[in-house]
């Protein structure tokens, strides 16, 4: 069974880290994350409780690697979008 069947459809939730230039004063995306809920994380897409972090290009909109905290503390990245 893959990853994607293990993803807690209630808890899918796309970040975007807003920040303003201080010199302009334009508003710009600094970094943006699509964070999923798991079955493990239920109810929440908590990091920490092994929900997934997916890196999200803010010029394309495409995903890139994801990231999860297994049980033995260290991060997995996974390849592509999960």
Known sequence: ???SHK???KALMPMAF???DQTSQKVFIAASVFRVGTNI???TD????HGISVAV???TGHL???A???TDGTVTWHGGPP
């Open 1 to 3: 069974m893959g990853i």
């Open 7 to 9: 993803l807690l459809r």
């Open 18 to 20: 807003v920040m303003i």
């Open 41 to 43: 994380s239920a109810p």
């Open 46 to 49: 908590n990091f920490r409780r």
């Open 57 to 59: 290009d803010p010029m």
């Open 64 to 66: 890139g690697e994801g």
């Open 68 to 70: 999860m905290i297994p």
